[in-house]
């Protein structure tokens, strides 16, 4: 059955560079990996989604090995705003749907 | 901007009881979907449907079924709620002229039910 791992929880300090990292070891040739950004009281938000190796856009970076048994979520230059749960999510379709959330890190900003 | 408003933020009902989610969407979006949240699981699918009438299950269907008669709106039923189905219930909706599960999502704010 497919999953997808996250840490639980990172801390960090204003204008720091933000890596978390997602584990998919059971990633199908058809599945993309997409990451949402939740606020307590929200839903989950898009932030960026790729397929392989690098795709940047104005919030972040979404880096994909070449086997894509991982990705990892870049934000840059953090602020005390960024702090919020970040979801990975593998999604695709073989025999049937798959949409496969992780259980989130929840990144806290300090000043 | 892409708007899904769930029918209610707060819902407390009765062990027994049948139970309606509503969620709309404004953006004419094929596909919608519902999902439960539980802290340390993430989000789960529970239903999603990609065009009207037309649904499937996702991880978690036991317990729910879903109603899709018009594109806007995809109702989540609890047939005889249980405290199990205590939870945060997240609707999402998504643009797809080809079914592809990987399009952006968007999602309401919620509905946090409390079935005692």
């Known amino acids: 059955l497919a999953k997808t791992t996250q840490p639980i929880s990172m801390d960090s300090y204003e204008g720091q560079e933000v890596n978390i990292t997602c584990s998919h070891n059971?990633?199908?040739?058809?599945?993309?990996i997409t990451w949402y950004q939740q606020f307590p009281s929200q839903g989950p938000r898009f932030i960026i989604q790729?397929?392989?190796t690098k795709v940047t856009n104005e919030v972040a970076s979404l880096f994909i090995p070449a086997d894509r048994k991982s990705s990892t979520l870049s934000l840059p230059r953090v602020s005390l705003s960024d702090t919020a749960v970040y979801y990975c999510?593998?999604?695709?379709?073989?025999?049937?749907?798959?949409?496969?959330f992780g259980s989130g890190t929840r990144l806290l900003v300090r000043p | 901007d892409v708007k899904v408003t769930q029918s209610s933020r707060y819902l407390v009902k009765r062990t027994g009881e049948k139970v309606f989610l509503e969620c709309v969407q404004d953006?004419?979006?094929?596909?919608m979907f519902w999902y439960r949240q539980d802290p340390g699981l993430g989000l789960r699918l529970i239903y999603f449907?990609?065009?009207?009438?037309?649904?499937e299950k996702g991880d978690i269907p036991e317990g729910y079924s879903v109603s899709r008669e018009k594109k806007e709106r995809f109702s989540l039923i609890l047939e005889s709620a249980s405290t199990n189905q205590t939870s945060m219930y997240l609707c999402?909706?998504?643009?797809?002229?080809?079914?592809?599960?990987?399009?952006?999502?968007?999602f309401g704010p919620g509905t946090r039910l409390t079935v005692l």
């Open positions: 999510l593998v999604a695709g379709r073989d025999s049937s749907y798959k949409l496969i």
């Open positions: 999402a909706s998504s643009f797809a002229r080809l079914i592809r599960p990987n399009n952006e999502q968007f």
């Open positions: 449907s990609y065009d009207v009438k037309m649904k």
């Open positions: 059971n990633i199908a040739t058809n599945d993309y």
């Open positions: 953006m004419d979006h094929e596909n």
């Open positions: 790729g397929y392989k």
